[in-house]
């Protein structure tokens, strides 16, 4: 049984639809040729280098043309690196009329990198210095089909590695020459071109099959409810691996002839966004909330939190009566940020609202969106005229999404239809019809529509703790609750076996706390003293709720959870490191 079906929200911006990436390009290179592509720190402080759209494509048709001559037409191309240029060379240079891209994840150990290139059946892969005793290994012990080895960075080829930079020369000759072999290649819309491979552990990875439709569906959503244009930079930081920084951070932006600078690391993102003057950033919530914290942080420390918060009361009551004077009263925060800052777009995990609303209320226009892998990535998204703190947003334009089998409180499996739905998992029919019933796609996620169409998120299905009375409750929930204390970092809410009874959970929770807030704020210095008051704030938020879901013990750490790349936390991991192995 499935509830209401919501249609996609109303279109706010017109922009010419693509059928496919070499389409893109197309278009790209014919309406911003001078724009810059991409720009580049140097050596010297306050200099950059950059890339023009007319340069870019021409590396791309040079890069591409060298791979066809290599004998790679419709042949699998692995890519694993930190985020680069070069990466997105080698993906459009796939793509576009040579093979199929195989992206894999940069953070994950050598062993599960060693199993993905076996299972990705590639028989070419691109990598950066920072791989090369694992591509060593993949080599030496013949691991899956690779037999063109691409490095990144070396000037030259030799008889084991190819160099990427040389390839494009080889390219560009062929190209002089009259090869336009990848130039003129035909594309199929429809059929796999992008294989990406699931995050979590490896045995329980699945590859995802995406085509050029699949993917550009979701461009024109994405282009057609945000407004980011070619004036704009985006400080890219999200791997590129995962689809949505492939699709949102950098697609994206080349569709609509914005700059992309890359990030330099997690510690150097305020420098960076200075520094390149970035408009916007797509990244997940616990980045943002942390440059929000770190804000309001610096002033408390200058003694300002009251000039700003008669700022807000200004503010806030000016855009009531539709003046929006955010920048200039806030114009000395902007400045520390670079002065061009006005945008954030977060997704792949739950939003902080107080900390979307801070942001917004600060003058950078804030958005939560939500998707999956699977979905191309974006379901759902805020925007402009679509904003409710807490919420997802609205459903894209191209698709259409209905909860299955809600229970009394219009809480079920969010379900979703429409273009951006993948072709299915490589090589496993079974898991694909699964997911995939009566050309609905299943998410694994939990969620309620209210009652303007505005979508929420609950949890996942498979972390929905089943307690012996029957009672559902959603970690997620009272994670965003104990979140807010003042000091804890991060959460973790899970169900113990109550005893030897494996069926009656105890509700529990592990909680990572800044030990300098504790010591600055609060003057505590031991776990003893820590844990009194975090759990003194526990039994508070234990009252907002009813008696099934209270929490009932508290494990205190310092230690980071294990997460997935794109900062979700791998529960199962995590229970395995505590001996439960319940897995609820």
Avoid at 398 to 418: C, R, T
């Amino acid at each position: 049984m499935k509830t209401k079906i919501h249609k996609g929200c109303k279109r706010l911006y017109q922009i010419e639809k693509v059928n496919n990436l070499k389409e893109l390009l197309n278009r790209t290179e014919k309406l911003y040729p001078d724009n810059v592509a991409f720009k580049f720190k140097t050596e010297t402080p306050g200099v950059f280098s950059a890339k023009s759209y007319a340069g870019y494509i021409e590396e791309i048709n040079c890069l591409g043309t060298a791979l066809i001559s290599l004998g790679l037409k419709d042949k699998k191309i692995a890519v694993i690196s930190e985020n680069r240029y070069e990466w997105t060379l080698t993906y459009f240079a796939t793509v576009n009329g040579t093979g199929i891209i195989v992206p894999l994840d940069r953070s994950l150990p050598e062993v599960e990198i060693l199993n993905l290139v076996e299972a990705s059946g590639a028989e070419a892969i691109f990598y950066s210095d920072k791989y090369n005793n694992v591509m060593e290994k993949v080599r030496k012990e013949k691991i899956g089909k690779i037999q063109f080895f691409i490095s990144m960075d070396a000037e030259e080829s030799n008889s084991e590695v190819y160099s990427q930079k040389e390839l494009i020369h080889i390219g560009k000759e062929l190209i002089k020459n009259g090869s336009r072999t990848f130039i003129d290649s035909q594309i199929d819309n429809e059929k796999m071109s992008i294989m990406l491979f699931t995050s979590g552990t490896t045995s329980k990875s699945k590859a995802v099959a995406l085509s050029h439709a699949n993917i550009c569906a979701n461009l024109y959503d994405i282009a057609s409810v945000f407004d980011v244009n070619e004036n704009d930079t985006i400080l890219s930081f999200l791997p590129l691996h995962h689809t949505y920084e492939c699709t949102v951070g950098f697609l994206y932006p080349i569709y609509v002839g914005a700059c992309i600078a890359y990030c330099e690391g997690i510690r150097h993102i305020a420098d960076n966004i200075k520094e390149f003057k970035a408009s916007v950033m797509i990244s997940v919530p616990v980045l943002f909330e942390s440059l929000y914290k770190r804000v309001m942080q610096l002033i408390e420390k200058q003694e300002k939190t009251k000039k700003v918060e008669i700022g807000l009361k200004i503010s806030n009551f000016l855009r009531k009566i539709g003046i929006d004077k955010r920048r200039e009263i806030f114009k000395e925060i902007h400045e520390n940020l670079g002065g061009k800052l006005r945008l954030f777009v977060a997704g792949a995990a739950a939003f902080d609202p107080k900390m979307e609303k801070g942001l917004n209320d600060l003058g950078i226009d804030t958005y939560q969106g939500y998707g999956l892998t699977e979905t191309s990535p974006v379901i759902a998204a805020e925007h402009k005229t679509v904003v409710k703190f807490g919420s997802v947003g609205k459903v894209f334009p191209s698709l259409q999404a209905s909860i299955f089998e809600p229970n009394e409180e219009g809480i079920g499996e969010i379900i979703v239809k429409g273009p951006t739905i993948m072709k299915g998992y490589v090589g496993n029919q079974e898991a694909t019809d699964e997911v995939i019933q009566n050309g609905w796609f299943h998410t694994g996620d939990l969620g309620y529509f209210d009652k303007q169409n505005f979508l929420f998120i609950t949890g996942r299905k498979k972390n929905v703790i089943v307690l012996r009375n029957g009672k559902n409750i959603y970690p997620e929930e009272i994670e965003a609750m104990i979140n807010d204390i003042v000091g804890v970092k991060e959460s973790m809410v899970f169900g113990k076996p109550e005893n030897s009874d494996q069926n009656d959970l105890k509700i529990s929770c592990k909680v990572v706390y800044d030990a300098e807030i504790m010591k600055e704020k609060f003057g505590l210095e031991t776990q003893e003293e820590i844990h009194n008051r975090i759990w003194r704030q526990i039994k508070e938020i234990n009252k907002r709720m009813p008696t099934y879901k209270y929490i009932k013990e508290l494990i205190l750490t310092e230690e980071e959870l294990i997460k997935t790349t794109t900062q979700k936390i791998k529960r199962f991991e995590e229970m395995k490191k505590m001996n439960l192995n319940n897995g609820k």
